[in-house]
């Protein structure tokens, strides 16, 4: 078997990212972050009066709009997604912000 230096190079990339993983929680040191997430979090929890075109958020509106919609978008469905699945069995508790910005 013959040694690959990409192989190398993306576990050790892998390994550097899985120990710095929560890098400043529970406190925001990047300010952009929590832009993003603030208001994904929000339009996740009110997710099917935004379905029913009921309430403030209604049809996502994330109200900030110096972001991409895309994102606020992507990340709404994958709160929603993992914190339904994550409590359906139990796995992962979407309660505490350091949980959702991780």
Same mark, same amino acid.
């Given at each position: 078997m013959k040694f690959n230096p990409?192989? $190398?190079?993306?576990?050790? $990339? ?5 120990? %710095?993983i929560n890098f400043g929680l529970? &406190?925001?040191?990047?300010? +952009?972050? %929590? ?17 029913? =075109?009921? =309430? +403030?958020? $209604? #049809? ?7 972001? =991409?919609?895309?994102?606020? &978008?992507?990340?709404?469905? $994958?709160?929603?997604?993992?914190? /339904? &699945? =994550?409590?359906?069995? %139990?796995?992962? +508790?979407? /309660?505490?912000?350091?949980?959702? #910005? &991780?």
């Amino acid at each position: 078997m013959k040694f690959n230096p990409i192989v $190398a190079i993306i576990i050790l $990339a892998f390994l550097v990212r899985l120990v %710095g993983i929560n890098f400043g929680l529970p &406190l925001e040191l990047h300010p +952009d972050e %929590g832009k993003i997430i603030y208001p994904s979090n929000s339009m996740s929890v009110h997710f099917m009066e935004s379905l029913q =075109g009921l =309430g +403030d958020n $209604a #049809f996502f509106n994330p109200h900030i709009f110096y972001y =991409g919609g895309v994102n606020f &978008l992507i990340l709404t469905v $994958a709160i929603k997604l993992t914190s /339904t &699945l =994550g409590h359906t069995f %139990g796995i992962i +508790d979407f /309660t505490e912000l350091p949980t959702i #910005f &991780l």
